[in-house]
């Protein structure tokens, strides 16, 4: 599997027309949709029931933390910056719950209320440390990762205990039953509403002062932008969505003690995917969240293809780094991007929101 | 925590320090040496209080047996990190160079050296892989490593079930034997940190790297061929990694896989350059830091086992010591470093506005 | 008359390397790289169990699961101190007076089986602390990582003070040399769980193992299921030792079998991944049972059958208590292997025995007993107030911290 070929001449054609329809399948963020739009169509190709809305639902509601997961790392990479500790903090808070409610119902609410302040925390020590301390955020979310695996397992003496309650688990393994397609998952639903809140801030003032921010801080502190406070919410914003990807991963699937090991990287992956740039200030949420959609899809693929599951990892690496260089070699049939000090004028960038 | 306190208040100490240790970069390859001297002087103590002596000649020996594998892997990441890049694959590397060594060796004394060899190519030819996609084809180095990790992951799940080959006693030899207080391993590893440090700062390749790092577009504009350097230090990056395969090799007398990339060398290596005082974003650093930086982490770990501190509660303060240790050099970068630059950019960044040379005037501190 | 007898005596040496007695050659004993299961005395060349990275030593397979029906020496109701045809060696030079310092290289306790069984073992060391056998208990965790470990052994030998060294490999062949020079040192070696491919150490302890597991499982879903069914394997990572004996076990008995292999799935343990997966093939058509290596995420595999909606498939899990709790609530047919946990009480045991010079079993095989309809009841009951990714199979019933130790895990 690769990406469509498209030639370099209609990659330039599209790049003179503009934001043309072309545009979105031409480079950049294009390409995932592209891709995602190739993958879908191969499963439903080798296995016809994947399209049908009940399998489809399945597929959302499973790829649906991801997509949540992939929201909150684009705020902080489009801001130049990298969490790491996403991973741990989705499994910190899934054992957070486990413990804390113990399988009583009437807990339920209490304690999704204190993740959510347990998830601010955490998202403020990461940006305060990345902003004052001017501790790199690779760094600063690489602790934070350590911090949290040893200081949770600690807590509970190494394996989770206690147990989620139902009306905590129905958010990421139920849904609202209606003809056709069985079910309309809730965690698809939370999705949603987050892609949409997501839109509509990247296209409010903090959404521009944080791209502007990503694309050139110098340029975005003489404007005014106070960068510090930018992007240490960038990263609460990160916190907070892990800690909701947390309900969903916990609702769907339980506690185990794996829960959330290695989920940074597939995030920033499939942030990557998207076609936002690693180094902050491009990028399209929208075709973040297509990225998180297009890996599960590839995962999908990958089972259907009956591929054997070791060398999955490889044919992952060629498509992530063939996806990537695509967008990359479009990106730079480009005009070149604007000089610093214009972009402090006009920090708006082609696709917002 | 700990470090607060100590790397903090003798500062002029630590210029004078480094200075004499490291003429060109005073001020914070001297801090990082004071840090690791601080770590030990409390390790030293706090072992004593527990009843045991910390610079005993077996804890000594320890510590530097623990350093080495990483220590090979970090001088490497060193080289990349200064170029403004990254290797996520190093683990990666080391396992299949640790496979390709001891298969091509196979327990015959006569095929050592070709089985290095063959060990060190394939590491290289990753490296040249991994140069290419980020150079060439324009991909984040984060990514590009990360694919080509995933690469050798699927290939090495796939054609190795277990562990494979075996290495002949004298190979053997290489991880287990010692001169004196020093481990051999240990001792070729600072060998090659050497020729690193002299790279660095002797050689042109070594002069373009802190160009490259300082400021991509700024070295291109004047004429240098980034592509190039950058693709050297990815060679060299992989390599080192392979030579850390081959030592994990030598000490477990045969090539293994899962065993070696799931044990955390790439975040681990990350971790050591940026504790060693090398920006991230590239174009300053050194590899004498790296070492320390390597050495304070062999610390932490011999006194959290002379210690029996639980292994969660480990990973708990590791976090954290690498978190302050890490603001603690920041702050004595912040004024000439106002705008923090991003890596991963290249030609777009902000920061880091040095001229190309590799000397750093730090001498303020 | 003479060249027959010694004909004789060649035959009969060579038999005896051939069914696995032991050698003193370390170099011979190379087979078993497929550790928990393998018993390191085995004499199979070890080109064959390492080179072509082979998981499948039929001898060993086969002993194995002989051993599942053999009546083990000793007092049944400590499995722990019980052994399956053990041969014993002399330890009277290893004799000690006085409380000993006992060494431990911990490969972690990075899974709920190690956590549990760490805990059993900590108690039992309190046990003889109190009792003045143990003075110092030190050790030493190398999170998973082999290197360290064989520094974390070095750092032992080099200390000069344990009374004993007790041993459980991260990996199978890369700790052999490590072990190697512990035995040289003169200290008794205990390793348990996985083992190395020397046969130096005073001790190896463990359960049957990984083919015997396998196979409990394999076994259960031949016999509960119709000809022609399907089934799925889950398994947790690739390369590891103690994991793909087990695997090696199923394919061999569901290769002889009518059942249809779907597939075999990494999982990494995960429950999210393992409940997308369980689904995925679901979607596809039919699965009738489950395979795993581990139980870890068991309940996630059967929650797939219940969200799409189908019948409960014939569920082979482990003797970790979510999972036993979801068979009692759902009354599904299952199975639940056990890789017996209790047998971290054994390796203190052994090192007390040592010290006082009494025999120790050259290689001390464990009873190791699935969780069936049978004793599922009994097993729930003896285990009501323990907290979930617990061990049924513990065995630390008897010790002075029960329940609070494990119930906390502290």
């Known amino acids: 599997m690769s990406h469509p070929a498209t030639s370099p001449a209609r990659t330039n054609r599209s790049a003179a027309v503009g934001r043309s329809a072309l545009d979105l399948f031409a480079g950049g963020s294009g390409t995932v949709f592209a891709l995602l739009i190739v993958v879908l169509v191969a499963i439903t190709f080798l296995n016809p029931s994947f399209a049908e809305p009940p399998s489809l639902m399945a597929f959302l509601r499973n790829a649906a933390p991801l997509i949540v997961l992939a929201i909150g790392q684009y705020f902080v990479i489009v801001s130049g910056e990298f969490d790491l500790s996403v991973g741990s903090l989705v499994g910190a808070q899934v054992v957070i719950a486990a413990k804390l409610i113990d399988g009583e119902e009437s807990r339920t609410w209490g304690v999704i209320a204190l993740m959510l302040v347990f998830g601010l925390l955490v998202g403020l020590v990461n940006g305060l440390v990345t902003t004052l301390l001017r501790v790199p955020s690779f760094i600063t979310t690489l602790g934070m990762l350590l911090i949290l695996a040893g200081a949770v397992r600690l807590w509970t003496g190494g394996a989770p205990t206690g147990a989620l309650s139902d009306s905590f688990r129905q958010w990421g393994r139920t849904g609202i039953d209606m003809p056709v397609v069985r079910q309309l998952p809730y965690a698809l639903l939370i999705a949603i509403a987050l892609g949409v809140a997501a839109v509509l801030l990247m296209r409010a003032p903090y959404g521009r002062t944080l791209l502007a921010t990503g694309d050139n801080p110098t340029a975005a502190a003489f404007a005014g932008v106070r960068v510090w406070r930018v992007r240490t919410l960038a990263f609460v914003l990160s916190s907070l969505m892990a800690t909701l990807a947390a309900i969903l991963i916990g609702g769907f699937a339980g506690v185990s003690a794996q829960v959330g090991q290695g989920l940074e990287f597939t995030a920033i992956t499939a942030v990557v995917l998207g076609g936002v740039v690693l180094g902050g200030g491009r990028g399209w949420v929208v075709a973040a969240m297509a990225g998180a959609l297009t890996y599960q899809a590839l995962e999908r693929l990958f089972t259907q293809l009956d591929m054997p599951t070791t060398a999955r990892p490889a044919l992952q690496g060629v498509i992530i780094i063939a996806a990537v260089a695509y967008a990359a070699r479009s990106r730079g049939h480009r005009p070149p991007p604007p000089a610093p000090a214009e972009t402090a004028n006009d920090p708006v960038p082609e696709r917002v929101g | 925590m700990t470090l607060t306190q100590q790397a903090e208040a003798p500062r002029t100490a630590a210029a004078v320090e480094g200075r004499r240790r490291a003429p060109v970069r005073l001020g914070t390859t001297g801090i990082i040496y004071l840090a690791l001297v601080a770590i030990l002087v409390i390790g030293t103590v706090l072992v004593a209080a527990d009843g045991d002596n910390l610079l005993a000649e077996r804890n000594i020996v320890d510590m530097l047996t623990r350093s080495s594998v990483l220590g090979f892997i970090a001088i490497g990441q060193t080289l990349v990190i200064l170029c403004r890049s990254l290797d996520l694959s190093v683990g990666y590397v080391a396992a299949l160079s640790s496979l390709v060594g001891a298969t091509t060796m196979d327990g015959d004394p006569a095929r050592v050296p070709l089985g290095i060899a063959a060990a060190l190519g394939v590491a290289a030819a990753v490296g040249l892989v991994n140069g290419l996609v980020i150079t060439k084809l324009k991909v984040n180095a984060f990514i590009a490593t990360l694919g080509v990790a995933l690469i050798i992951r699927g290939y090495l799940d796939t054609e190795y079930k277990g562990p494979a080959g075996s290495v002949p006693d004298s190979f053997q030899n290489f991880g287990y034997t010692r001169i004196g207080v020093v481990p051999l391993s240990t001792a070729v590893m600072l060998a090659v940190a050497v020729a690193g440090i002299v790279l660095l700062r002797r050689t042109r390749t070594g002069y373009r790297m802190f160009a490259v790092g300082g400021n991509d577009e700024v070295a291109r504009l004047s004429g240098l061929r980034t592509d190039r350097t950058v693709i050297v230090a990815h060679v060299l990056c992989s390599m080192t990694a392979g030579a850390a395969g081959l030592l994990l090799a030598s000490r477990f007398s045969t090539g293994v896989a899962a065993q070696i990339y799931s044990a955390g060398y790439d975040l681990d290596s990350i971790a050591a350059v940026v504790l060693g005082g090398t920006l991230l974003m590239g174009g300053r650093g050194g590899i004498a830091g790296t070492i320390a930086g390597v050495l304070i982490l062999a610390v932490l770990d011999t006194v959290f086992r002379l210690l029996q501190i639980d292994p969660f509660f480990r990973d708990v303060l590791r976090g954290a010591i690498i978190i302050v240790a890490v603001a603690l050099y920041a702050r004595r970068q912040i004024d000439r470093h106002a705008v923090r630059a991003r890596f991963g950019k290249h030609g777009r960044a902000a920061g880091g506005q040095d001229a190309p040379r590799p000397v750093i005037p730090e001498a303020r501190a | ?410």
Not at chain 3, 33 to 59: L, N
Not at chain 3, 234 to 255: K, M, S, T, Y
Not at chain 3, 280 to 296: F, H, K, N, S, T
């Open chain 3, 1 to 410: 008359m003479r060249v027959p007898k010694t004909v004789l005596a060649g035959l009969a040496a060579a038999s005896l390397a051939l069914t696995g007695c032991s050698t003193d050659d370390p170099e011979a004993s190379g087979a078993s790289a497929e550790g928990d299961g393998g018993s390191s005395a085995e004499a199979t060349p070890a080109a064959e169990g390492q080179a072509d990275g082979e998981w499948f030593v039929r001898a060993d397979y086969e002993r194995q699961l002989a051993q599942r029906d053999m009546q083990p020496e000793g007092d049944e109701s400590k499995p722990w101190l019980q052994a399956i045809e053990p041969e014993f060696v002399d330890t009277a030079k290893y004799k000690k007076s006085g409380a000993q310092t006992l060494c431990f290289s911990n490969a972690s306790v990075s899974n709920p089986w190690r956590v549990t069984g760490w805990i059993t073992m900590q108690q039992q060391v309190d046990v003889y602390k109190k009792s003045g056998e143990i003075g110092e208990f030190r050790v030493s965790d190398a999170g998973d990582d082999d290197n360290k470990q064989i520094s974390d052994i070095q750092a032992f030998i080099d200390s000069g003070d344990c009374g004993a060294i007790i041993v459980s490999p991260s990996t199978t062949a890369t700790l052999t040399p490590a072990v190697e020079a512990a035995c040289e040192s003169g200290v008794p070696v205990i390793v348990f769980d996985r083992g190395v491919n020397t046969d130096c150490m005073t001790t190896f302890i463990h359960p049957i193992g990984g083919y015997a597991y396998g196979a409990d499982g394999a076994e259960f879903l031949v016999d509960e299921l119709e000809p022609g069914s399907k089934v799925l394997a889950l398994r947790i990572l690739p390369g590891v030792d103690v994991l793909e004996n087990r695997w090696a076990a199923a394919q061999e008995i569901f290769g002889n079998s009518d059942l249809e292999v779907l597939g075999d799935e990494f999982t990494g343990g995960d429950a999210a991944k393992i409940k997308d997966i369980v689904t995925q093939y679901l979607q596809r058509g039919d699965v009738d049972g489950i395979w795993m290596d581990a139980g870890d995420g068991a309940v996630a595999a059967v929650e797939a059958f219940e969200d799409a909606g189908q019948d409960y498939p014939v569920m082979v899990g482990e003797d970790e208590l979510s999972f036993l709790r979801k068979w009692k609530e759902t009354g599904m047919t299952a199975i639940g292997p056990a890789y017996s946990n209790f047998q971290w009480r054994t390796p203190i045991e052994a090192a007390v025995r040592i010290w006082k010079g009494e025999q120790v079993p050259k290689e001390w095989v464990l009873p190791q007993s699935p969780v069936t309809d049978e004793n599922l009841d009994s097993l729930l009951e003896a285990n009501k107030d323990m907290p979930s990714l617990h061990y049924a199979k513990f065995g630390g019933e008897d010790l002075p911290g029960y329940p609070q130790a494990w119930k906390d895990r502290s």
